[in-house]
């Protein structure tokens, strides 16, 4: 920019909302920009909940081995098949809310083959085996047999 006040040639200097000569230090533009405030009741997005993503973040936490880290991006990806065909089975189902992430780890793990023996577990022994058998029966329907094929070998293991 060419200065007005000392006609010298200046990339400027910016400081708040106007940029200064950094020959003579006259104003060279003023660049008010007005932004809206992130706290305004009429502006707030409404919050998307991702059960995916939070289960990325559970993995993270919870496996600390390379092992398991290293097989990441399967697990999820095995986790939202789990999630889409018991959405289409929910007629079938009778659960209300879906399954437990500690459940979840150690079926995905199982269908993997990666150990999984220092995982959380449920207190609640009698509640893991009925979830673990109730994903052992999504594993068998016809939804995820035609979405994805009836052996596990064909879950994309070529990434690897």
């Given at each position: 920019?060419?200065?007005?006040?000392?006609?010298?040639?200046?990339?400027?200097?910016?400081?708040?909302?106007?940029?200064w000569?950094?020959?003579?230090?006259?104003?060279?533009?003023?660049?008010i920009?007005?932004?809206?405030?992130?706290?305004?009741?009429?502006?707030?997005?409404?919050?998307?909940?991702?059960?995916?993503?939070?289960f990325?973040?559970?993995?993270?936490?919870?496996?600390?081995?390379?092992?398991?880290?290293?097989h990441?991006?399967?697990?999820?990806?095995?986790?939202?098949?789990?999630?889409?065909?018991?959405?289409?089975?929910r007629?079938?189902?009778?659960?209300?809310?879906?399954?437990?992430?500690?459940?979840?780890?150690?079926?995905?793990?199982?269908?993997?083959?990666?150990?999984?023996?220092?995982?959380?577990?449920?207190?609640?022994?009698?509640?893991?085996?009925?979830?673990?058998?109730?994903?052992?029966?999504?594993?068998?329907?016809?939804?995820?047999?035609?979405?994805?094929g009836?052996?596990?070998?064909?879950?994309?293991?070529?990434?690897?």
């Amino acid at each position: 920019m060419i200065c007005a006040s000392c006609s010298a040639e200046s990339t400027g200097i910016r400081d708040g909302n106007a940029i200064w000569c950094d020959n003579c230090g006259h104003v060279l533009k003023e660049d008010i920009q007005y932004v809206t405030g992130y706290c305004q009741s009429h502006s707030c997005r409404t919050q998307v909940y991702c059960r995916v993503k939070r289960f990325g973040k559970y993995i993270r936490k919870v496996c600390k081995g390379d092992s398991v880290l290293q097989h990441y991006h399967q697990i999820v990806d095995l986790y939202s098949r789990f999630e889409f065909s018991w959405l289409r089975n929910r007629d079938l189902s009778k659960r209300i809310y879906f399954f437990a992430k500690p459940v979840m780890l150690q079926m995905c793990c199982h269908q993997l083959k990666l150990e999984c023996e220092n995982f959380p577990r449920l207190k609640d022994k009698n509640r893991e085996v009925d979830q673990l058998r109730e994903l052992t029966e999504i594993r068998a329907s016809k939804i995820w047999e035609l979405m994805y094929g009836s052996k596990m070998g064909e879950c994309r293991r070529s990434r690897e």
